[in-house]
């Protein structure tokens, strides 16, 4: 069984630029969520893809977007980089079925991207 | 949205200790889960438990849903156990884990 894994494991950006994050699921998952984590404090949830299509987003601008392909795969894309953007993107994938979207989420190791 | 408190917010012990780890939540859950997050940033699954007990090794955790808590307990603590400890609890009808602040667990030898 393959766990989830997320590339790059690290990115250095500049203000104002747009980076792209990956995320493969763990095998028999259909379900990816995104979350933020700033140093020293817990991950923030960004938003939740299930069957494509965005389902649950958090306190996050329009700039975070995210992508989800029929092999469950998942993209998250943020515009107009900001310092604030610095932080350890984390990717959990998890299995829904009909509308039960509470099932454990297992989670990569992370992105972690610094914006100058 | 739903609260999730933990505590201690730090804790040094020495090899071989027991330690109470407590998460108390602000809302009824339908998902607690207990993670352990390495040096490196991975968040490591301990425990899904929303409700009861369970045990795995030297870990245990216990979740009174009625109540608003749950409990892990680290049993003969070695170093490799140091790390952040986070809960997180998803609410009814919530796709999403609001996680705590963490308890920063340092085991000295």
């Known amino acids: 069984e393959t766990g989830v894994t997320q590339s790059p494991t690290h990115l250095i950006k500049t203000r104002g630029q747009q980076v792209t994050l990956r995320c493969s699921s763990q095998?028999?998952?259909?379900?990816v969520s995104w979350y933020q984590q700033a140093l020293g404090q817990g991950p923030q949830f960004i938003f939740q893809?299930?069957?494509?299509?965005?389902?649950g987003r958090g306190n996050f601008p329009p700039r975070f977007s995210g992508l989800q392909f029929p092999n469950y795969s998942s993209e998250l894309n943020v515009n107009a980089l900001e310092l604030d953007d610095s932080a350890l993107y984390l990717c959990a994938s998890s299995t829904a079925s009909g509308r039960v979207f509470y099932n454990e989420q297992f989670f990569g190791p992370g992105t972690r991207l610094t914006v100058l | 949205g739903i609260q999730v408190e933990q505590s201690p917010p730090d804790l040094i012990l020495q090899e071989g200790a027991n330690s109470t780890l407590r998460c108390n939540f602000s809302d009824s859950v339908n998902n607690l889960q207990w993670f352990h997050q390495n040096p490196w940033g991975q968040l490591i699954n301990l425990f899904y438990i929303p409700s009861g007990t369970k045990q795995n090794g030297r870990l245990s955790a216990t979740t009174v849903a009625t109540e608003r808590y749950s409990l892990l307990y680290i049993s003969s603590s070695q170093t490799t156990d140091s790390g952040v400890y986070f809960c997180a609890v998803a609410g009814f009808g919530n796709e999403k884990l609001t996680f705590g602040t963490g308890t920063r667990l340092t085991i000295i030898p």
């Open positions: 095998s028999g998952h259909n379900t």
């Open positions: 893809y299930y069957r494509e299509e965005e389902n």
